[in-house]
């Protein structure tokens, strides 16, 4: 397909190196107050009891709630494995405070009915201090208020939705996904560069969609950009012909796609339409960022642009996964699952204490302005001998913000290939 020339090209590659800059320049820095918002590192002393409430028992559980089905499930293979992975490697090091971490594992689902929330019941019985979940920020919005009321961690690794940013968490909730507002502007510098100003956005209608449509919409037009229709759409429908002939109408130059596994069933209806990847310029986003060659004919994506969080995998970490899964063919989200399940472990020893509330007040503290580590056996050795540490995970640099999420992280920007996979491109790092 053709890429169009125009002068938002430049506006956008400026904004671009703004943004890569701001990280450079402020990486390492203490995070900012945000005055009246709720704070991750001071945790809320009314939380409820139940699960991680209180003092600790000794052993630090973690319990995963993870998609095994639903439209996320092709997230849930690298998830585990890197939650799999972290306690394994936690373990062989001497666990956490001389005992073994206990994993306990759940299916988030994703979609109708909502088994989350029997799930979580689930593992709040098995006395989980922390749970790693879960993929879909909606699901997490679904259950938040059930983990952190009885005193737990709520880490996701892979929730992006702005929703977090202003959530009242009681100090509890966490994530190592970098919240949309800078996902939302890699989307729209990454349209504006090519070259398109008429654009029409395709969105879940749901926290997840609506938020990064809101987002990829704001920063888009503040570069002089038009989004000619922005049609949000229920994800359980079985077909989506009048948001497609909607969008089709206002023939746009480029298409943002925001959704999960139904782009398996949006994609033929918009190519049916005359405006699939061949006709005009498509873009998905960590959502759907994934594996078709077994959905559509080749060729069917090839060019197709997308953006997902995460920085790029370097080292033996990927070979490290293999061991624990030997079938893993995408690693999406797993480095995140990974650092989520360490931090945890290294807060927990910080606190001497692996109740939920212990660990939350330590998290921050295990993650920015001591020695740096990277490694968890390198870490606990620091802390055994009374020294701060700073951990940097596989995921990139980990200090949180006030809410609870990365103040710096980097997104990927990949293409698709004529098999219907994809290939990065390159990954920038900003400030969120």
Same mark, same amino acid.
């Given at each position: 397909?053709?890429?169009?020339?125009?002068?938002?090209?430049?506006?956008?590659?400026? $904004?671009?190196?703004?943004?890569?800059?701001?990280?450079?320049?402020?990486?390492?820095?203490?995070?900012?107050?945000?005055?009246?918002?709720?704070?991750?590192?001071?945790?809320?002393?009314?939380? $409820?009891?139940?699960?991680?409430?209180?003092?600790?028992?000794?052993?630090?559980?973690?319990?995963?709630?993870?998609?095994?089905?639903?439209?996320?499930?092709?997230?849930?293979?690298?998830?585990?494995?890197?939650?799999?992975?972290?306690?394994?490697?936690?373990?062989?090091?001497?666990?956490?405070?001389?005992?073994?971490?206990?994993?306990?594992?759940?299916?988030?689902?994703?979609?109708?009915?909502?088994?989350?929330?029997?799930?979580?019941?689930?593992?709040?019985?098995?006395?989980?201090?922390?749970?790693?979940?879960?993929?879909?920020?909606?699901?997490?919005?679904?259950?938040?208020?059930?983990?952190?009321?009885?005193?737990?961690?709520?880490?996701?690794? $892979?929730?992006?939705?702005?929703?977090?940013?202003?959530?009242?968490?009681?100090?509890?909730?966490?994530?190592?996904?970098?919240?949309?507002?800078?996902?939302?502007?890699?989307?729209?510098?990454?349209?504006?560069?090519?070259?398109?100003?008429?654009?029409?956005?395709?969105?879940?209608?749901?926290?997840?969609?609506?938020?990064?449509?809101?987002?990829?919409?704001?920063?888009?037009?503040?570069?002089?950009?038009?989004?000619?229709?922005?049609?949000?759409?229920?994800?359980?429908?079985?077909?989506?012909?009048?948001?497609?002939?909607?969008?089709?109408?206002?023939?746009?130059?480029?298409?943002?796609?925001?959704?999960?596994?139904?782009?398996?069933?949006?994609?033929?209806?918009?190519?049916?339409?005359?405006?699939?990847?061949?006709?005009?310029?498509?873009?998905?986003?960590?959502?759907?960022?994934?594996?078709?060659?077994?959905?559509?004919?080749?060729?069917?994506?090839?060019?197709?642009?997308?953006?997902?969080?995460?920085?790029?995998?370097?080292?033996?970490?990927?070979?490290?996964?293999?061991?624990?899964?030997?079938?893993?063919?995408?690693?999406?989200?797993?480095?995140?699952?990974?650092?989520?399940?360490?931090?945890?472990?290294?807060?927990?020893?910080?606190?001497?204490?692996?109740?939920?509330?212990?660990?939350?007040?330590?998290?921050?503290?295990?993650?920015?302005?001591?020695?740096?580590?990277?490694?968890?056996?390198?870490?606990?050795?620091?802390?055994?001998?009374?020294?701060?540490?700073?951990?940097?995970?596989?995921?990139?640099?980990?200090?949180?913000?006030?809410?609870?999420?990365?103040? $710096?992280?980097?997104?990927?920007?990949?293409?698709?290939?004529?098999?219907?996979?994809?290939?990065?491109?390159?990954?920038?790092?900003?400030?969120?």
């Amino acid at each position: 397909m053709r890429l169009r020339s125009h002068p938002l090209r430049a506006a956008a590659v400026v $904004a671009v190196s703004a943004l890569v800059l701001a990280a450079c320049g402020g990486t390492d820095a203490e995070p900012e107050s945000s005055g009246d918002e709720p704070s991750s590192s001071a945790p809320d002393d009314e939380a $409820a009891g139940g699960g991680g409430g209180g003092k600790g028992d000794g052993t630090l559980v973690v319990g995963t709630l993870l998609p095994q089905t639903g439209d996320l499930a092709f997230l849930g293979p690298p998830e585990f494995a890197g939650v799999d992975l972290a306690v394994k490697e936690i373990n062989e090091a001497g666990g956490v405070n001389g005992e073994p971490v206990k994993q306990i594992r759940a299916d988030s689902g994703d979609g109708t009915p909502n088994i989350a929330p029997q799930e979580t019941n689930n593992l709040l019985d098995a006395d989980a201090d922390a749970v790693i979940g879960a993929a879909s920020s909606s699901v997490s919005l679904s259950v938040i208020d059930k983990i952190t009321g009885a005193g737990v961690v709520h880490f996701s690794p $892979a929730n992006t939705s702005t929703a977090f940013d202003t959530y009242d968490d009681k100090g509890l909730y966490f994530r190592t996904a970098p919240s949309d507002v800078l996902q939302g502007a890699v989307m729209a510098n990454l349209v504006a560069s090519d070259g398109f100003s008429n654009v029409a956005i395709m969105a879940r209608q749901d926290s997840y969609g609506e938020a990064l449509a809101n987002q990829v919409e704001q920063v888009f037009t503040e570069q002089g950009g038009s989004i000619v229709n922005k049609s949000l759409y229920n994800a359980d429908a079985s077909q989506f012909n009048a948001e497609v002939d909607e969008i089709a109408s206002k023939d746009p130059e480029a298409i943002v796609l925001i959704a999960f596994n139904e782009t398996t069933k949006i994609i033929p209806a918009l190519t049916a339409k005359g405006i699939g990847p061949q006709d005009v310029q498509i873009y998905f986003v960590d959502g759907n960022t994934a594996d078709y060659s077994k959905d559509f004919e080749p060729g069917t994506l090839e060019g197709v642009k997308a953006t997902y969080p995460g920085a790029e995998l370097t080292g033996d970490f990927k070979e490290r996964m293999l061991t624990v899964d030997k079938k893993l063919t995408d690693f999406t989200y797993g480095p995140e699952s990974f650092d989520a399940t360490v931090v945890t472990a290294l807060a927990a020893t910080a606190a001497g204490d692996d109740s939920g509330e212990a660990i939350a007040a330590e998290i921050n503290g295990v993650t920015a302005d001591g020695e740096k580590c990277t490694e968890y056996t390198e870490c606990v050795k620091l802390l055994e001998d009374g020294t701060d540490i700073d951990y940097d995970g596989v995921s990139g640099p980990l200090e949180f913000n006030d809410t609870g999420s990365p103040s $710096a992280a980097t997104i990927g920007i990949f293409e698709y290939k004529s098999d219907n996979n994809f290939e990065n491109l390159e990954y920038i790092t900003g400030q969120v």
